[in-house]
């Protein structure tokens, strides 16, 4: 079956590498190069956990894990950095509690520590006396860009075709196949055709009007004060997550300088045919002030920083779905901030969806 992909990010490469390591003819459109840095899958990490509110993500993780292992082992190189996740909140607060009860619920273990022991174990973290973490050792960092390419890479071995800087600007549904019109006004014929646009979707599909929101994201990574270089290793510092300020961080990842802290809160709407405003003071102020808070030997000198995309949905839910009344033609949206973990999940199930259907 001749299948087409439209875009190469984390859902996309997924599925390209599966529909052609199926034998399908699968053909994969990137309005970019492949890596590049104007979507939603750049950079050196992502979190993954287990530990979430619902446990249904919880399940869907260890899905996931298991083929992010094989491709790992695929790629002969180290794509998930394995150092556990902590989230810290007051000893009260209602999210940390959630998140306890389904992870007992799922038979997850996990310790409770206090400030002192939060100390003695990570002692990057301060935490205040009526403080607590939360630590699940099942957590780590994808190394994303990596990631990415690792599907490329077999995908192409096993026979799909690339198309970089080709973007797809129609997609015209005929009775027998499906054509698409790229940019450069070359017209392609497909059987069936997978949307992996990201934060594009709602242009490539604006008749449906889809509840996609896109939003301005921004990181940064900042300097680690001379002589504590060692507390922020991966062996160990866990990835880390304030519970209710959602604040969260990375170690030392070994490529950039510095250690990587966000905030998980919807940016300023954005317009992903634009370039994002750069990080200015506003963007770095509450992180700072997190720094403050939470990292007593990071410094707030700024090494870098940057912007990414959120294409949210409403309840930080994925959509994979076909288009009303055609099965021939399926889109996957799997951002809202979190979907990176899944991804490879989210490419293979519409991989299947897309052949199964029609
Ligand atoms: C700041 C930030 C932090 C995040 N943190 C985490 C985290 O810690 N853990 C986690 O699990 N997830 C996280 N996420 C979410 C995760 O990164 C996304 O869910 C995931 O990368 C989305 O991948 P995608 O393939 O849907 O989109 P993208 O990677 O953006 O891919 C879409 C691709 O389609 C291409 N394209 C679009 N339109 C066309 C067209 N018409 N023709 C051809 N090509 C086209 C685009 O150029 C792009 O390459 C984070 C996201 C951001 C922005």
Redesign the pocket.
């Known amino acids: 079956m001749r299948i087409a992909i439209?875009?190469?990010?984390?859902?996309?490469s997924a599925a390209l590498r599966f529909l052609a390591k199926q034998g399908h003819k699968a053909v994969g459109?990137?309005?970019?190069t492949r890596g590049?840095t104007?979507?939603?899958?750049h950079g050196e990490s992502?979190?993954?956990r287990l530990t979430y509110a619902d446990p249904h993500y919880t399940r869907l993780m260890r899905r996931a894990f298991e083929l992010w292992q094989e491709l790992q082992a695929e790629a002969g190189e180290q794509l998930i950095v394995p150092c556990g996740v902590l989230w810290l909140g007051e000893e009260s607060d209602p999210e940390l509690n959630v998140i306890a009860h389904a992870l007992r619920s799922e038979q997850v273990a996990f310790d409770w520590l206090d400030a002192s022991e939060t100390a003695a174990r990570f002692p990057a973290f301060r935490l205040e006396k009526r403080e607590r973490a939360l630590f699940q050792s099942e957590g780590g960092v994808w190394r994303?860009t990596h990631c990415v390419l690792a599907h490329l890479r077999p995908a192409e071995a096993y026979g799909a075709v690339i198309c970089e800087n080709?973007?797809?600007?129609r997609i015209e549904r005929l009775p027998n196949h499906i054509v698409l019109e790229t940019e450069q006004g070359a017209l392609e014929r497909f059987d069936r055709v997978l949307i992996?646009?990201?934060?594009?979707i709602p242009k490539?599909l604006p008749e449906l009007n889809l509840p996609l929101t896109v939003t301005r994201?921004t990181?940064a990574y900042f300097a680690v004060q001379q002589g504590a270089e060692s507390h922020f290793e991966p062996a160990c510092m866990p990835v880390w997550i304030e519970a209710t300020r959602h604040f969260y961080g990375f170690p030392l990842d070994g490529r950039q300088a510095g250690v990587k802290i966000?905030l998980h809160q919807l940016g300023e709407a954005h317009d992903p045919d634009l370039p994002a405003r750069p990080v200015d003071e506003n963007d770095l102020a509450p992180l700072r002030a997190c720094i403050h808070r939470r990292l007593p030997e990071v410094s707030e000198t700024v090494l870098h920083a940057g912007t990414?995309?959120?294409?949210n949905a409403p309840d930080e839910k994925f959509l994979i779905q076909h288009l009303p009344g055609d099965s021939r033609v399926w889109f996957v949206?799997?951002?809202s901030?979190?979907?990176?973990?899944f991804?490879i999940l989210n490419g293979y199930e519409a991989g299947r969806q897309v052949v199964r259907e029609g």
């Open positions: 439209i875009g190469l990010g984390a859902v996309g459109y990137e309005q970019f590049h104007r979507g939603s899958s992502r979190i993954y994303v080709t973007r797809i600007v992996t646009a990201g934060a594009w490539l994201q990181y966000a990414c995309l959120y294409t949206s799997a951002c901030g979190h979907g990176f973990k991804s």
